[in-house]
């Protein structure tokens, strides 16, 4: 087996491992040998990782994530391929995954080695580095099958400006970055008043307090939005869809503000307003290919950077916290072998 790396094959390594036991899953850095990595056909040598709120869910346990028990966290990985079973791909290539049952079905990221299936993995576009692909991620993915739908359902850029909500956030950044390099006047909304620099410099051109949209909002409002991107759900979502333009349409992504949905159908009913439901983990590689054609394309990599920062994998339970308390500010990138 050739090793284009710079990291001889260890027989033994350090990963994330999720076990479960009597009171549910307990997760810690534990010894993993190269000969437990389950029987793909794709070895990867992981470089970079990245920490979502999904991935904070399933290392502290708070949320059904994992299926399986051993399991390695991590929905993301970015990295170079070992050996290859599959004649898509051969050592050397660079490699990413977002989603794909990692962390759930499948061994994940946090893992300075995984194996992999081919129909999982996408070559690495040449306009990222491994390290950006992190920075982009399932955040980055979600984002963009967000403009990519609300581009499906007929918008474009008008006056009227697209909503974004959790601004702050992994998606809502890199959904406010896309939506403002593809024209689109951008509000971003924020429990943060100290994003509001940061949010401007994405290209947001309004920055609203979140606790405004979080309220009962009547069955219809004025006609505010164009249409959005919501990453929070709840009372927000509902605010949302009231107050969108007629044939407008909002792309539903996350529940980080709740999820349930005290809507009526008079949106829908009386402005042709659509709710249009993103799941990245389950959008197949090869329609995630096209995805990160379009971010090749629309998202330079100098605003990745401005988005994301590295930590080290050392820190993934203190981080975890802190992407739960609504405390990280755009993508965490983590070193795997940091
Ligand atoms: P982040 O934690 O990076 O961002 C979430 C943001 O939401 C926070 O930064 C904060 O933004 C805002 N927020 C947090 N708590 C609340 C609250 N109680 N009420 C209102 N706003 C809140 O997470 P991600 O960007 O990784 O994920 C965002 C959501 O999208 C999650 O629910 C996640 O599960 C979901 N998701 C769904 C995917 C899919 O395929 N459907 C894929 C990826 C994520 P601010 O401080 O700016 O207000």
Same mark, same amino acid.
């Given at each position: 087996m050739s090793n284009p790396g710079s990291y001889p094959l260890p027989d033994r390594f350090d990963a994330v491992l999720a076990e479960q036991d009597a009171e549910g899953y307990r997760c810690r850095f534990a010894p993993v040998a190269l000969s437990d990595l389950p029987d793909r056909d794709v070895l990867v040598e992981v470089r970079y990782s990245s920490l979502n709120y999904k991935d904070a869910l399933a290392v502290t346990g708070r949320g059904k994530i994992i299926r399986q028990s051993p399991m390695v966290l991590g929905i993301d990985l970015a990295g170079r +391929? +070992? %050996? *290859?079973? *599959? /004649?898509?791909?051969? &050592?050397?290539?660079?490699? +990413?995954?977002?989603?794909?049952? =990692? %962390? $759930?079905? $499948?061994?994940?990221?946090? /893992? &300075?080695w995984q194996r992999v299936r081919a129909e999982s993995l996408i070559p690495l576009p040449p306009a990222f580095s491994l390290a950006q692909a992190m920075g982009i991620g399932t955040a980055g993915v979600t984002a963009m099958l967000s403009v990519m739908a609300l581009e499906r359902y007929g918008l474009a850029p008008t006056p009227r400006p697209m909503v974004v909500t959790g601004a702050g956030g992994g998606v809502g950044s890199m959904a406010v970055a896309l939506l403002a390099r593809l024209g689109y006047p951008v509000a971003a909304v924020t429990g943060r008043a100290a994003l509001h620099d940061y949010l401007t410099q =994405?290209?947001?051109?309004?920055v609203l307090d979140r606790s405004a949209l979080a309220q009962a909002s009547p069955a219809l409002g004025n006609e505010r939005w164009a249409g959005g991107i919501d990453s929070v759900g709840g009372k927000t979502l509902a605010y949302l869809l009231a107050h969108t333009a007629a044939h407008g349409a909002v792309a539903a992504c996350g529940l980080a503000g709740g999820a349930d949905l005290p809507v009526t159908v008079f949106p829908f009913i009386l402005r042709s307003v659509g709710l249009l439901g993103i799941s990245s983990s389950s959008t197949p590689a090869a329609a995630q290919t096209q995805v990160w054609r379009r971010l090749a394309r629309d998202l330079p990599a100098s605003v990745v950077d401005s988005i994301s920062r590295v930590e080290p994998l050392s820190r993934i339970f203190e981080l975890a916290e802190e992407i739960l308390a609504g405390g990280v500010r755009g993508r965490i990138i983590l070193d795997v072998r940091a």
């Open positions: +391929v +070992v %050996s *290859s079973g *599959s /004649s898509r791909f051969r &050592p050397g290539d660079a490699v +990413v995954v977002t989603g794909q049952g =990692l %962390s $759930e079905t $499948e061994w994940g990221g946090y /893992s &300075p =994405l290209g947001a051109r309004q």
